[in-house]
């Protein structure tokens, strides 16, 4: 009994060992699509009202210095083209 067991266990494995392939998947290289021949059925409309609800701003202080020019720092860009 014990060696009808082993048999079917081996015959089993055997068998098994034997479905293993290389399996390769060849995938499309190119797919055109050709969107004149689809028909589409239904309405065109406009939609309904649209609106944006306002919302209440947030205004922050600025907390940099406030500057009236900025020669040196445009004297310094236009030499650092030249």
Do not use: C, T, W
């Not at 079917?8 to 995938?27: F, G």
């Not at 589409?40 to 922050?60: C, T």
Request: net charge positive; proline share 4%.
């Amino acid at each position: 009994m014990k060696i009808l067991i082993l048999m079917v266990i081996l015959l089993n494995v055997s068998s098994h060992a034997q479905d293993n392939k290389n399996v390769r998947y060849e995938y499309k290289k190119f797919e055109k699509f050709d969107f004149n021949e689809i028909g589409v059925e239904g309405e065109a409309g406009a939609p309904g009202d649209i609106s944006i609800s306002p919302r209440l701003r947030n205004e922050f202080k600025n907390k940099l210095p406030e500057r009236n020019n900025f020669q040196k720092e445009m004297k310094k860009a236009i030499d650092g083209i030249r």
